[in-house]
């Protein structure tokens, strides 16, 4: 586990660095801070807020969740399973609720991330640091080698799902609106909420905070927890993010089994995962079906692992992350990237 101050305290050096180098990505980072003023007035407004509308909000973290961790994440990057057209429906909805880019996008940046995961081509490549791989990654351009890599894979399957198309014809004014028009108008009809009121908490505050509880997984489930599954994986399992992602914590089981759509080895009795226990509900009533598993291939590579620790075969060890690096080298070197170059500089200290 890593627990390293300097990707932290490198940040405003960091920042300077590619605000000078012209990386900033200005129309994501307006966004983002505008989003993040629209959550703060949200705080002041829980007190002013009827019930309904904080039991709509709170409500709204799993209904917006399962549009991300059901939807963009198991079904349409992972294809781990497969769902009937009024559940695809269903799952786009929710996943404009949670207004994190359109589906094909999000699914597109997601598949890279997991072939490139680690490297100059992953999207949110955790080597870069904490904050990169949490919210810095939007607030820059891309990595040369994220858009090459893009166009190397295949998102055929998504251009032939109209759902998705769907939703990609009317971004980002669809998601826009069921982000934050549309809570507030469910708020204003049905207990007569103010609709400014449910606009701040119902949307901002609660968009905001979804939108955390995503970044977690790849910044936290990169950084901190245990490695059962694959030691030379980065990604950990941690049940901490698992809570705030309902269920997308267990990132070293997702690593090397990307195609499960349970994300996680054991059942919801022992790993927390109300995303999976909606995948089994929709399945036990026959709209879910082809739900693959990793189980029997762990059940080889551990088979396999206990064989090379008998035969006294040491456990490989991971490449360190550029600050373990430099802890290890006595303050020898910080290594930066350059995104528009797409090369290392390596500055002595
Ligand atoms: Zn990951
Ligand atoms: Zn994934």
């Keep these: 586990m890593d627990l390293s101050n300097k990707m932290f305290s490198e940040i405003p050096m960091v920042f300077s660095y590619h605000w000078n180098l012209g ?37 709204l973290w799993p209904i917006s969740g399962i549009g991300i961790t059901v939807g963009a994440h198991r079904l349409w990057s992972h294809r781990s399973y497969s769902a009937a057209l009024p559940v695809r429906v269903f799952l786009m909805l929710c996943n404009s609720i949670a207004n994190q880019g359109s589906i094909l996008h999000w699914a597109r940046d997601h598949r890279v991330h997991h072939k490139h995961s680690e490297t100059d081509a992953d999207p949110h490549n955790a080597m870069r640091g904490f904050f990169f791989a949490h919210m810095g990654w939007l607030l820059l351009k891309k990595h040369p080698e994220v858009i090459r890599a893009g166009k190397e894979l295949d998102f055929s399957d998504l251009h032939e799902d109209p759902v998705v198309m769907f939703q990609k014809k009317l971004d980002p004014w669809f998601a826009l609106y069921m982000c934050f028009v549309f809570p507030a108008q469910i708020a204003v009809r049905f207990w007569g909420e103010n609709f400014w009121t449910a606009f701040f908490v119902a949307g901002g505050l609660r968009y905001v905070y979804v939108l955390h509880c995503t970044f977690l997984v790849n910044s936290a489930a990169h950084l901190y927890g245990d490695h059962p599954y694959d030691i030379m994986s980065h990604p950990a399992e941690n049940p901490y993010v698992s809570f705030f992602a309902i269920g997308e914590g267990w990132h070293n089981w997702h690593h090397k089994y990307p195609f499960d759509y349970a994300t996680s080895e054991f059942g919801i009795s022992s790993q927390f995962n109300p995303s999976k226990l909606f995948i089994d509900m929709l399945a036990a009533v026959g709209l879910v079906w082809g739900r693959k598993r990793g189980t029997a291939a762990w059940d080889m590579g551990r088979a396999r692992r206990e064989r090379d620790r008998k035969a006294g075969v040491p456990l490989p060890k991971p490449v360190s992350r550029p600050w373990e690096a430099t802890a290890v080298k006595g303050g020898i070197e910080i290594v930066h990237w350059k995104p528009t170059a797409g090369v290392k500089r390596v500055r002595k200290v």
């Design 23 to 59: 990386n900033i990505n200005w129309l994501m980072t307006a966004w983002t801070t505008w989003a993040h003023a629209v959550a703060f007035v949200g705080l002041f407004k829980i007190m002013d807020c009827r019930k309904e509308t904080l039991i709509w909000a709170f409500l």
